[in-house]
């Protein structure tokens, strides 16, 4: 149905009301599904820890299609047919659905069709959650496997996949998945190329000498550049630019020490044993931020 012809199919379908009964229990639903629809805006209303959680990571995602299956997934709980556990763990299969489609570099197609269809064709015989999943995984719906995912992290040049807003956030909770003991906000931390998107000179000497004998620069470059193993997060991109990787982390480490100068780790000093780009990213952290796989492995 089109956003345009919602209101006159709800005029419809409440004209077909008879009774008074018929119309106060229509009322009711409305004010029920009310009620859940606010916990959906305002996470912080929801009493479960695990569904507050995975509904304020939904709400940071920032789809809005995904409301109706939240909505039928609180339903579903109000009515006594799913527990909170159910309900959260079918929530974290549709964050690891587009944290996933994200990774492979589909982090669009379909994906309004796919949200708005799942309540009303998911199976009705499964526990909620594997419903959710079991949808979810069959047809070209793209939740990526595991397999797949290690795939995509090491080719997709995924700083050019999706929205700005959901690529920071994929690596913010990547680096949260770390638990940090020097957790940082986030709220000005932009997303930088360690191997920079326009290379100095420096930077095609020093990855030159890593390259095999069939290999060069421009493709190297190109191939590595937009993955997740060549970005991070910081607050010093303007200061960083096209420096060479032995001076990117010092002003982070410069900040910690002066924060904490009875505390400077060891290494907090001076450039890296090995100045070069990282070529394979963390995928055992992708994945666990990725969730659970598809298959339920």
Known sequence: ????????????????????????????????????????????????????????????????????????LLDRREQGTATSEQVASAMLYVESFFVRRLLIGRATANINRILLSVVTEMSKDLPVDEAV???????????????????AVRSIPYYLNGRP?????????????????????????????????????????????????EENFR???????????????????????????PVKPRPARQERDRAQPGNRRAGSVGPPRNPRPRRRPRRSHCLHLAGADRAGG
Do not use: C
């Not at 979810?136 to 290690?150: F, I, N, P, Q, W």
């Not at 920071?168 to 931390?189: A, H, I, M, Q, T």
């Not at 190297?220 to 990787?245: I, K, M, R």
């Open 219 to 245: 493709e190297a470059h190109e191939a590595l550049v937009h993955t997740p193993g060549n970005l991070t997060l910081t607050g010093y991109n303007s200061e960083l630019s096209n420096s060479s990787f």
């Open 165 to 213: 807003h959901q690529r920071n956030l994929v690596l913010r909770w990547l680096e949260e998945s770390y638990g940090s003991k020097e957790p940082v906000s986030p709220d000005s931390l932009t997303i930088e190329h360690v191997l920079p998107q326009t290379p100095t000179t420096e930077w095609r000497q020093m990855l030159s000498t890593d390259l095999g004998p």
């Open 133 to 151: 999943r079991a949808y979810l995984s069959v047809g070209r719906k793209y939740y990526a496997t595991d397999s797949s995912v290690r795939a």
């Open 1 to 72: 149905m089109k956003q345009t012809d919602v209101y006159s199919a709800q005029q419809a379908r409440l004209n077909r009301l008879r009774s008074e009964e018929e119309i106060e229990a229509e009322v009711q639903r409305f004010s029920r599904l009310g009620a859940l629809l606010r916990v959906i805006l305002h996470p912080g209303e929801e009493q479960h820890s695990g569904v507050r959680r995975r509904l304020e990571r939904l709400s940071a995602w920032g789809t809005t299609t995904v409301y109706p299956l939240l909505l039928h």
